[in-house]
């Protein structure tokens, strides 16, 4: 089996780096990249880590890929200091041979999300493109979120195990629902679709947020979760109707400034 590196990109993560570090300690190396704490996450990164370096914030797929270059190994496994590698994760990898991964360029791995300490059923499984070989793939340039892609879709494999978000996180209410934090994401998410040329409509504002909501609460059954999984439901429609409503003022002159 290939050695590979766990790499956990973090700032300001002393609640949950250190079980977040402790479940990587069965990877052959274990790098911490800090973009800039002010809190105990230095410590409790360098008494974890095998390497410890502190790098300002080049957005998301920017401060991945200047970390995967840190890597002594070619394959890479990607957590965030508020996410902890399963047992069964750990052990899905350890029984691929060399064989095996020499025809794999990435693998999809799920994670289990945690809202206010609780389990999010309708948002599993939230596939990652978080293992992957860092020489076979290439980068998605999203704000948002770092994603890679295979050369090709046979040499994708699903691995079994997960990521646990959150699990460990003292992460209130302003986290999740915060209007100032929700408001600043789904503006860069909005110009990018606009360079990307998608454009708003108005059944994309009428339709879009039901569909959304009718997605996590039916078909994703969290109505299962009672008024928690209703809380859920709505989070998606409010999110996906101020996303559409930002792409809609930019594309009529209103910029992520709001000028």
């Excluded at 590979?4 to 250190?18: G, M, P, R």
């Excluded at 100032?180 to 059944?203: F, P, Y």
């Excluded at 859920?232 to 996906?240: D, H, L, P």
Aim: hydrophobic fraction near 40%.
């Amino acid at each position: 089996m290939p050695a590979i590196s766990i790499i956990i990109c973090c700032a300001n993560a002393q609640d949950t780096l250190e079980p977040a570090c402790r479940s990587a300690k069965w990877a052959d190396e274990l790098i911490v990249v800090d973009s800039g704490s002010t809190d105990d996450t230095p410590q409790i990164a360098q008494t974890h880590a095998d390497r410890y370096v502190v790098e300002p914030w080049r957005g998301y797929g920017g401060q991945k890929k200047f970390a995967a270059e840190l890597a002594s190994n070619d394959w890479v496994f990607f957590l965030d200091g508020d996410e902890e590698c399963s047992p069964r994760l750990a052990q899905a990898w350890q029984s691929l041979t060399d064989a095996q991964l020499d025809r794999l360029d990435l693998l999809m791995v799920p994670r289990k999300n945690y809202v206010l300490g609780r389990y999010v059923r309708s948002w599993w499984p939230d596939r990652l493109t978080r293992i992957f070989h860092r020489r076979r793939v290439t980068w998605d340039d999203e704000v948002l979120h770092d994603t890679r892609q295979a050369s090709d879709p046979s040499r994708v494999k699903d691995l079994t195990g997960w990521i646990e978000h959150k699990r460990h996180s003292r992460a209130g209410f302003a986290d999740y629902f915060s209007g100032s934090r929700m408001d600043e994401r789904l503006m860069m998410v909005a110009q990018q679709m606009h360079d990307r040329g998608k454009r708003a409509r108005a059944w994309d504002l009428l339709l879009r947020p039901w569909l959304a909501f009718m997605k996590f609460y039916i078909v994703k059954r969290g109505f299962l979760d009672g008024a928690f999984g209703l809380l859920i439901a709505q989070k998606a429609a409010s999110s996906t109707q101020l996303k559409y409503a930002a792409l809609w003022s930019i594309q009529h002159g209103q910029g992520p400034a709001g000028s």
